[in-house]
């Protein structure tokens, strides 16, 4: 092994671990797990015609690299694998992403159109290994820290949740993935006295300054901060990447709020209203706790009402039941829209008096039939134009999809109807709060419609 001083583009001078190869030293090492391995793709869309970047005297300076094809970005992305892996061993005692050691490979300067003068605007995670593109309008070259430890940190969730890249538990692979990618980066930078934006993901690669992602102001970004709140893109029962695979880089925001909250602590009040108070844990200690989630109770098709529930057990295991953290980990679900608060009562629904009907005819057109779970199916005439079925109730679990089933009875011809369904969610007697109409349509026909 040899030791390199290299000048890298995003995170200054540091030292890497490289070996001694033909004309000098190359950027692979074995001294972590099976090795990490960088090469470039020289502006090409081929692994195997990679090549090494070899260094005569081991030390990378800018004066070498930061040149007209910013080459000096080898370094950062090395010095990524190299600060994941040691974030991963250092705290949570895993060897590499699969904990058995597995060699990470980095390609930088991968381009997927060769030849046009626009570099790839991406860097991802493929199975076996990273690749980086050079950006183009949007990007500078996706050499980031804190996105090496993003795309890693999917390497991981598929050797422990494996979680489905669709919809919810999609969204919470993509959270997961930022909150490694916010903890490698916040690891590496305390041991290695550097300042970096731990709540912003992706700053060092923007080309017109922000970020990708907030995980303090999810809104910042247009991601949601609340389950179902302003900003959460619809799921979906086909998901393609049109539909980010049913709004996965999205959702996420949810995850990652929950997660800062969780690390930093805050009292405030979200957008339904509700007033959550959240204990700061630190950021150590709230990755332990989701990291438990993830590798010892999620599965693939986990929701979000189940990391909560997991994310619960995973604080209780950890710290003890009615711990601080189990409260501060219950408190942020209760920030994000998922459950209730720490001290286990839902709040009380607001006693409000119910609306008089607004139906002039219904001597002519009425709801017949009202069907949710196995609690409620109401077969009926006109009521007189109203029915107050507040005796009837349906259990169902919470965050668990269900279908709301009803039709319009006629005593002559069918007119069009226009149905909206509501759910007070948040309890507070107001149905026009953000994501409480769970259902709207209309139909001029007496068939069943249904709604999920
Ligand atoms: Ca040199
Ligand atoms: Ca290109
Ligand atoms: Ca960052
Ligand atoms: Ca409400
Ligand atoms: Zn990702």
Redesign the pocket.
């Known amino acids: 092994g040899a030791t390199a001083t290299f000048a890298t583009a995003y995170s200054g001078s540091r030292s890497l671990a490289t070996e001694t190869a033909t004309g000098g030293y190359h950027l692979r090492e074995y001294t972590r797990g099976n090795g990490i391995e960088t090469y470039n793709c020289k502006?090409g869309s081929s692994y195997t015609a990679a090549t090494d970047f070899t260094d005569a005297d081991n030390n990378w300076t800018a004066a070498e690299y930061n040149n007209a094809n910013f080459d000096n970005v080898a370094g950062d992305a090395h010095f990524g694998a190299q600060a994941t892996y040691d974030y991963w061993k250092g705290v949570h005692a895993r060897n590499s992403y699969d904990n058995a050691g597995a060699k990470i490979k980095s390609y930088v300067h991968f381009?997927?159109?060769?030849?046009?003068?626009?570099?790839?605007e991406n860097a991802y995670w493929d199975g076996a290994e990273m690749t980086y593109g050079d950006g183009?309008s949007t990007f500078k070259p996706l050499t980031a820290l804190d996105v090496c430890g993003h795309e890693i940190g999917h390497a991981v969730c598929e050797k422990t949740a494996n979680l489905t890249y669709a919809n919810e538990s999609g969204a919470m692979n993509e959270g997961l993935s930022d909150i490694w990618g916010a903890s490698v980066e916040k690891y590496t930078c305390d041991n290695l006295g550097l300042t970096k934006s731990t709540w912003d993901i992706g700053e060092d690669i923007m080309k017109a300054g922000g970020a990708l992602r907030s995980m303090s102001n999810p809104n910042l970004y247009g991601q949601p901060a609340l389950y179902k709140g302003k900003y959460w893109a619809a799921t979906t029962s086909a998901p393609s990447n049109a539909n980010d695979q049913g709004g996965v880089h999205t959702n996420s925001g949810v995850l990652n709020y929950w997660f800062y909250l969780i690390s930093v602590g805050k009292s405030g009040t979200n957008e339904v209203g509700n007033a959550y108070s959240v204990g700061a844990l630190g950021l150590s200690a709230a990755a332990k706790i989701t990291f438990r989630m993830e590798s010892v109770y999620m599965t693939a098709s986990s929701t979000y009402a189940q990391a909560r529930t997991y994310s619960i057990q995973a604080a209780t295991d950890l710290y003890g039941a009615g711990s601080t953290q189990v409260q501060a980990v219950t408190n942020a679900w209760y920030a994000v829209g998922v459950g209730a608060a720490y001290g286990g009562t839902t709040t009380t629904p607001t006693t409000s008096a119910y609306c008089t009907s607004q139906g002039g005819s219904q001597a002519y057109e009425y709801i017949d039939y009202v069907k949710l779970g196995t609690g409620i199916a109401r077969t009926s005439g006109a009521d007189g134009g109203y029915y107050d079925g507040t005796a009837s109730s349906a259990s169902v679990v919470a965050g668990s999809s269900q279908t709301v089933s009803f039709s319009a009875g006629f005593t002559g011809s069918a007119y069009t109807e226009y149905w909206k369904v509501y759910i007070d969610y948040n309890q507070n007697g107001v149905f026009t709060d953000s994501g409480e109409l769970v259902v709207s349509g209309s139909s001029s026909s007496a068939a069943t419609l249904s709604g999920t």
Do not use: V
């Not at 997927?112 to 790839?120: A, E, H, I, M, N």
């Open positions: 502006k381009d997927d159109t060769p030849g046009d003068g626009k570099g790839f183009a």
